[in-house]
């Protein structure tokens, strides 16, 4: 079976970047043998000269423009929007797919429960091992998804995608609604989508034939670091909101508010403000949970619990 692909390649200000990432993209698709696809760049309101670049040099790519800056999870839904193929390759402007990059994961689209396959990530400088298979670590009220599981030839199954290279089903994204706007800027847009689509029952894999090159956060280096990190603790908190069972999630959040009065006695405000920032918008993880029920047409969604465990058993079969 044959899968036409659509590449979203996200950017903001990313000129120096964008022509080897979209020059690696092009070849990659051809050396996998894809005849059908298309390659979109969404650029989030950049200030940079992307947009003349992209204009000028590569006229075969669709441009989608916005006049606001709004982050990951928004710019690449604006692209998403755009896409038309089969399946959709989610590529981040720092990117380098190696060639033949897909050649390892468009078989396993035949199987109808595979929501999306992830390909190994190398850092292009030391080339050493950035991101693998996560495996879900979810104690009572915990969730942690950053522990690395890696295989040099063997597809293992993933907790989530890493939002810099990933492989979806376009039809299952549709169905989900893209990535949840909530997390805006930055950080766990990714982790929540995997949490998702597993929870819709579908699955997720580390393929680690498909090899690629990562020069990571380039962008968000240039960023204030305490924002950065406020952020990323903030929208920890949001995945937690919106994947606990109801009762849990509010015992997580009480015992994070504990926990940053404790920090905020220390002089530390950082855990305090990401916890304001999440009651500030508790209207609206309600909201996007309810939507969230309703999307799923009455079907039953596993919980994160049950997740875990389907994870588990399936890389004990691996193994």
Known sequence: MKFSVSIVIPNYNGQQLLVDTIQSAHAALVSSGISDFEIIVSDDASTDDSVNVITRDFPDVMLVKSDVNTGFAGNMNRGIKQASKDLVCFLNSDVHLTSGYFASQLSMFENKETFGVMGAIFDQETNEAQDGAKNPTIRFLRIESNKNTFSSTERLPTMFLSGANALVRRAYLLQLGGFCELYNPYYSEDVDLGLQAWRRGWKLYFQPLAICHHAQSSTIKKLPSQRVRMIAKRNKHFLHFLHLPPVLNWMYLISV??????????????????VIAVFKNVKKLQKERKQRRKKANGRTMLSIFQVKQVILDMTQIKS
């Open 257 to 274: 508010l504990f926990n940053s009065l404790g920090q905020l006695l220390i002089g530390n405000t950082l855990h305090v403000n990401a």
